[in-house]
């Protein structure tokens, strides 16, 4: 299994010659050419994680492609057949199987609504918890997307989300929002933070790719 970190909160997970794409957003490059995708995770509602645009690029080129996301997923995205799913749900999309966690978005401020959100946990591996600091209960996180930068987080949080889920690799996300050296020093601390449980931090740029 390959993961491709683009830009801000998407992921794209290949396996098998299949593709998985998370949390195609409104701070991703354009998800242009894409085949043999099989599923779509949103893990919420905000325009950085979804928009229509990028749906319909995917869907166009692969119709079948399953969508899944929470409740509030499906009430923005009414023109899209997605399964609601909440935490302890599993789904399998061959080759890939998907558990959810968790319910609601980290709180930005007292005047922004909460919405709902769901970590996904991908083939026992890969785990991206969406804007939240949802700690899987009872996995071993092998390799870990931590959100390294949003209106929502400083960076003590980010730190203390890794240290309690102790993967074995984690790299960072969700950092748009990010200068170049915000995402140096964020980089540093999600380093020092792996590091502690015994684990490893690759830094990936958009367009790079890691191995699991």
């Known amino acids: 299994m390959r993961v491709t970190k683009h830009e801000h909160a998407c992921l794209i997970v290949e396996a098998s010659g299949k593709l998985l794409v998370v949390d195609p957003g409104s701070f991703t490059t354009a998800l242009v050419g894409l085949n043999d995708v099989v599923a ?4 919420h509602e905000h325009a950085d994680h979804w928009t229509a645009e990028q749906l319909n690029r995917i869907i166009e080129r692969n119709p079948d492609a399953r969508l899944f996301g929470p409740a509030g997923v499906a009430a923005a995205a009414t023109d899209f057949d997605i399964t609601i799913v909440n935490d302890g749900d599993t789904q399998e999309v061959e080759p890939f199987s998907l558990r959810f966690f968790g ?3 980290a709180v930005i401020h ?3 609504p909460v919405v709902d959100n769901v970590g996904v946990l991908i083939n026992d591996t890969l785990y991206y918890p969406g ?3 949802t700690v899987p209960e009872g996995v071993e996180v092998d390799t870990l997307a931590a959100p390294a930068g949003a209106p929502w987080l400083k960076i003590g ?3 203390d989300f890794v240290l309690a889920v102790k993967p074995r690799r984690a790299f960072a996300t969700h950092e748009m929002v990010l200068s170049v050296a915000g995402k140096s020093l964020a980089n540093a601390r999600l380093q020092w933070a792996a590091e502690q449980g015994g684990g490893q931090f690759v830094p ?9």
């Open 110 to 112: 007292s005047s922004v």
């Open 131 to 133: 804007d939240s600091f």
């Open 40 to 43: 779509i995770v949103i893990t």
């Open 157 to 159: 949080e980010a730190i």
């Open 204 to 212: 990936l740029d958009p367009g790079e790719s890691l191995d699991l």
């Open 103 to 105: 319910e609601k978005h």
